[in-house]
């Protein structure tokens, strides 16, 4: 489910704005819209502007993974292990998976670190 912004129901935006609130970073939100390239394009433009791209997972990063080819569909945030990840899944509750499952290693576009502004 798209849209999902708690504190019942959570999409993999909303958890990972979630998970940042309680770190003390306040992420951007953005309209929801139910066609996943379209959430794809929003997440690659709006989450990718504030962060800097990096070479490999970091504690607390953004992963971002390519669920329908060429767009960024799905987020999650890696863990302190930076061999695990949360998110969650339409359907499924929150889960931890580790990032190098055959289902999520070839789909990783990436790993973004938050870059406060003075916004």
């Not at 379209?38 to 390519?66: R, T, Y």
């Not at 569909?73 to 292990?81: A, M, N, P």
């Not at 929150?94 to 003075?118: A, M, N, P, Q």
């Amino acid at each position: 489910m798209y849209g999902g912004r708690g504190p019942n129901v959570y999409d993999c935006y909303g958890l990972s704005m979630e998970i940042n609130r309680r770190r003390g970073i306040k992420l951007r939100d953005f309209s929801p819209i139910d066609e996943p390239s379209v959430v794809g394009n929003i997440l690659d433009e709006g989450i990718i502007e504030c962060c800097i791209k990096l070479e490999k997972a970091e504690p607390f990063c953004f992963v971002l993974f390519c669920i329908h080819p060429k767009y960024a569909t799905h987020i999650g945030i890696v863990l302190e292990d930076c061999q695990r990840f949360i998110h969650t899944l339409p359907k499924r509750e929150v889960v931890i998976e580790r990032l190098d499952s055959i289902i999520w290693k070839s789909r990783i576009k990436g790993y973004y670190r938050y870059v406060l502004t003075d916004n």
